[in-house]
Each structure stands twice: as structure tokens, then as C-alpha cells.
């Protein structure tokens, strides 16, 4: 049989493996490290093997091999103990045209694995320097079940993973223990990493062959500095792709029982940002005061004094219905509603910490109705101050 040296591109592809011991491990391991999307399948699977697919996001299937399990593959490895069942692969996979290495039946295979004991398998192409790829994943609002199924597994065959404190510790536990965690976000008494630092390591690691996740809370493009890195990325001339998270916005108004928009109060909805570059709290103060919207509004806790003081300054009513959400989606979320005049106070009063979000308009109202998420802290609207649409549902 005459062979010859080729490159496979295997990023985000999917590979069968049948094979629960541990050559069936080893060629899964190296396989998921140069990006393959893994299904596993065996009905004797090992401890070990079943170890490295929770660690390494793989989909394991504790279950006999059936012929739709090479449905939508792009290679096949039949690494079973029994030969029998490795020509079987081989032969179905032959028949679909999908590439197969089998092993015990090499005359069957149309790709070849060597496997020896200082490498889980050496094949016939090795990733170059360049071939990585970045990822910015947004983690969402908190709540790990609210991740991406894109993102969770990105995740799950990471070799390196750049985070910040936004990133659930439930989140990371999704990442191969193999994987390099960099941590790039404040911590007591540090600055954060500058974001040049953060772009160039960004680059390098890719630059190095390895598949690079960017974790950011929430949306990577909203108030997240995704756009910022991903310039540095093209213009280092790596590959990238963009994995879409649930805003913290999204998150904080579902959870919270106040929907960003409504027929009713609400027929725009602004997110801005209370920290500038610069540390000033420069806003766009006429947009923030037109009538029938809700503005969410990040990293504001620290000039909340001065943002309500404004606000009420440029025309919104000292009444004007107002929030803040800690934690959101997470258990121990709090929730402190008032309006401008008092949220300062209220929000003192029940010693709220970043990260929080602030949300103005009447949408806040409806919290007292449409609040699900039962574990929090509330403050109420004042009294006397209740919307007619309220008071309608109310009967009134």
C-alpha cells in the first residue's frame, strides 16, 4: 500500500471514536486536542476514558456502535479490543466515503495512526505554528446553565483560556484540566491586565498552534472590549471566531421579573455604560430622559449618586421607577427597586456590591407581578406611585 504525507484540518470537525479502553483514550485525547468535536462510543468503557471525556467535553456514548453513529463525520477510528468490530467500522465507514483508521485492520484503513508510548498518536500531519485559533466566548450573566451549547464546547477542547472574576467557577470547571487558565481580570489590591497585554497574549497563544477561548461575561460585544480584541486578532492576521453570550442586560431583566421592553411603558431600550474610559461619567444625558424606554445601565453602582442627581436634573421625575440587580441569575441575587429620588439610599441600606446593573423605567413596576426567580431581596416601588397598568391588573 503506498501512502502520502497530507495535512487534515480537523478544527471544529467531527470525529468518531469506537473504543473504551485505552488506545481508544489516547487517540481521542490527541484527537480533541487539534480540535476535532468528539463522539465516543463503546459499551465497555474504562474509568480513564470516562474521566478524559468529562474533562475534554467529549460526547460519550456507553452503548453498542450502530451505523448512524458515522452520520456527519468527517473521520472514524475504530480503536475497540475486538477486530471483529473494527473491520465493521471500517467497512461502513469505507462505504459512506468518510476517512477511517481501524485499528488491527490496517488493509481496511484509509488513514493511518502510528501510536507509540511517548505520544498518544503521531499522524501523518502536525498542526503548524499559525493554525490556532481564537475564540471569544461570552459566558453569560452568570448562570452556567444559561451558557451557549457553542460555547460550552469551545470550552471543553480549549488549550488555553484567558478569564475574568465574571467567569462562574461551575463555567470553568468545563475547561480541560490540560488547558492553560490565565487569569486577566482585577483582583484585591492589583490593576487589571492592560488590554494591549491582554491582546498580545491573545495573539501569541494562537500564534502558538493552540485553540484560545477570550472569556467574557455576558456578550463579548456589549461593553465587553470584544471588538477591541478582535482588531488585534485580524490585524495579527490569526483566526478567530465570535461565540454570542446572554447579556448581562438580557439576563438581569429576565431574572428580575422587569422586561426591557413592553407595549405598554416601554418601545426602546438603551444600554450604556457608567464607566468611561477615562473614569467620567460623560453620558448621553438627553437620550437617557425621553420618555417611554428602559435604560440599562453598566458598571454604575460607583456614580449612582451622581447619575440619579442628573437624571432628575434633566427631567425625569424624582419618581421615575428605578432599580438595581446584584448577582443576577446566580442564587443570592438581589434586587433593590425604588426611584431616583431614594435609590441611592435604598441601595446603601442594603449594601449592594458590583457587579450590579441599573435599570430605569417604568418596566421596574412590573416586577411586583412578574418576579420568578423567588431567591432575592426587593425593595418596593413607593407607595402611592404604582402604575395604572399595575393597578389594573390588580382589578383596580
Aim: aromatic share 4%; hydrophobic share 45%; proline share 5%.
Amino acid at each position: 500500500m503506498t501512502g502520502m504525507p497530507a495535512t487534515l484540518e480537523l478544527t471544529g470537525r467531527r470525529v468518531l471514536v469506537v473504543g473504551g479502553g485505552d488506545g481508544a483514550r489516547r487517540l481521542a485525547a490527541w484527537l480533541g486536542c487539534h480540535g476535532a468535536r468528539l463522539r465516543v462510543v463503546a459499551a465497555d468503557v474504562r474509568p480513564a476514558l470516562r474521566e478524559a471525556a468529562m474533562a475534554g467535553g467529549w460526547a460519550l456514548c456507553e452503548r453498542a456502535f450502530a451505523q448512524g453513529d458515522l452520520d456527519g463525520c468527517h473521520l472514524a477510528v475504530a480503536a475497540s479490543d475486538c477486530v471483529d468490530l473494527n473491520h465493521r467500522v471500517a467497512a461502513e465507514a469505507d462505504r459512506r466515503g468518510v476517512l477511517v483508521h481501524a485499528v488491527g485492520a490496517r488493509e481496511r484503513s484509509s488513514l493511518h495512526l502510528d501510536i507509540d508510548d511517548d505520544e498518544p498518536a503521531a499522524l501523518q500531519w502536525r498542526k503548524e505554528p499559525g493554525a490556532g485559533r481564537a475564540y471569544l466566548v461570552g459566558a453569560g450573566p452568570g448562570d452556567p446553565k444559561l451558557l451557549t451549547l457553542r460555547a460550552r464546547e469551545v470550552l471543553g477542547r480549549a488549550d488555553a483560556v484567558l478569564y475574568d472574576r465574571l467567569a462562574a467557577p461551575e463555567v470553568m470547571d468545563l475547561v480541560p484540566a490540560r488547558a492553560q487558565r490565565v487569569y486577566v481580570g482585577k483582583a484585591a489590591s492589583h490593576h487589571t491586565v492592560p488590554q494591549s497585554r491582554i491582546n498580545a497574549m491573545l495573539v501569541d497563544l494562537v500564534s502558538q498552534g493552540l485553540e484560545v477561548v477570550r472569556l467574557k461575561g455576558g456578550d463579548p460585544f456589549v461593553f465587553g472590549r470584544g471588538g477591541e480584541e478582535l482588531e488585534a486578532l485580524q490585524a495579527a492576521g490569526v483566526s478567530f471566531e465570535v461565540v454570542p453570550g446572554v447579556t448581562a442586560a438580557l439576563g438581569c431583566a429576565a431574572y428580575a421579573g422587569m422586561p426591557l421592553t413592553h407595549r405598554d411603558h416601554a418601545r426602546l431600550c438603551t444600554f450604556v455604560t457608567g464607566h468611561l474610559r477615562d473614569g467620567s461619567l460623560d453620558l448621553p444625558w438627553e437620550a437617557l430622559v425621553q420618555p417611554s424606554q428602559t435604560v440599562v445601565i453598566y458598571m454604575g453602582l460607583h456614580g449612582l449618586p451622581r447619575l440619579c442627581e442628573e437624571l432628575m436634573r434633566r427631567g425625569l421625575a424624582p419618581g421615575h421607577p428605578a432599580a438595581v440587580v446584584q448577582r443576577a441569575t446566580l442564587t443570592g441575587q438581589r434586587v433593590v427597586t425604588g426611584c431616583l429620588r431614594d435609590l441611592v439610599t435604598r441601595v446603601r441600606e442594603a449594601r449592594i456590591q458590583p457587579p450590579s446593573l441599573v435599570v430605569l423605567g417604568e418596566v421596574v413596576r412590573l416586577r411586583d407581578r412578574l418576579d420568578w426567580f423567588t431567591d432575592s431581596f426587593d425593595g418596593a416601588v413607593p407607595e402611592g406611585e404604582a402604575a395604572p397598568a399595575i393597578e389594573a391588573l390588580h382589578g383596580g
